[in-house]
């Protein structure tokens, strides 16, 4: 039973965070396998092929962002970055060097597991051709037709707003930056205009959500960005 579980390769040095996250992992039918350095953690991650990548900032011979960006140019597997550095431009700076998320120490096992739930999910889409049909909540998007509802009644998106949601769709649960929307959405040359993000999503909030002064699907992440309600 072991070979089906999910490969949860765990990068951190702190060996109580260690015994921690091995602990937390194996009880919720996850195999986790240990690094404690930036070079052993690559050596892993090629050797083991893991399915998620759970990765400390503070290696004792490296930093993880770097590791993560070296990881990148060969690998797509989720990382989701667990780290003491809680400033909003530690977490873009790993999230834009490719990380797929990000959690602030301490946290707990239920919201570790989901984000590991997510990872998975999202990693399965990119082997696999989109769903046509999205839906979260009262939230259907067919992207088939191009068509967007809410509830019964259909929405009329103008062609940027419809590029900026089917953009968090495809990453939905994922946390998307500043600046990876912008390059996404309007281009490489449009990078430091972050501007653009906030009036576009206020403009698709009023539109899909019950309140857009209290989004559900929506969502932000201070500072850094915004995330798609996946479920």
Do not use: C
């Not at 009036?199 to 932000?220: F, G, N």
Request: hydrophobic residues 40%; glycine residues 6%; charged residues 30%.
């Amino acid at each position: 039973m072991a070979e089906t579980k999910p490969v949860v390769l765990v990068i951190e040095d702190e060996p109580q965070m260690r015994r921690f996250l091995h602990a937390a992992l194996d009880s919720h039918d996850y195999r986790p396998v240990e690094a404690t350095t930036a070079k052993e953690g690559v050596a892993q991650a090629t050797g083991r092929n893991p399915d998620v990548i759970l990765l400390d900032l503070g290696l004792p011979d490296g930093d993880g962002i770097d590791l993560t960006r070296r990881i990148r140019e060969w690998s797509a597997t989720p990382i989701i970055v667990i780290s003491a550095r809680g400033k909003e431009q530690d977490k873009i700076a790993a999230l834009d060097a490719g990380a797929d998320d990000y959690l602030t120490k301490p946290f707990d096992v239920g919201e570790l597991m989901a984000r590991l739930r997510v990872a998975l999910r999202h990693a399965a889409r990119g082997d696999s051709p989109q769903e046509p049909v999205f839906e979260v909540g009262e939230l259907r998007v067919d992207q088939m037709r191009r068509q967007v509802f809410v509830g019964d009644k259909e929405v009329h998106l103008t062609p940027t707003e419809y590029k900026l949601l089917t953009l968090m769709i495809r990453h939905a649960g994922k946390v998307l930056t500043h600046r990876q929307l912008l390059k996404e959405v309007w281009g490489p040359n449009a990078v430091e205009h972050a501007h653009y993000v906030r009036v576009y999503m206020t403009q698709l909030r009023r539109k899909l959500e019950a309140d857009a002064t209290r989004p559900k699907y929506l969502l932000t992440e201070p500072g850094v960005g915004y995330r798609l309600r996946p479920e």
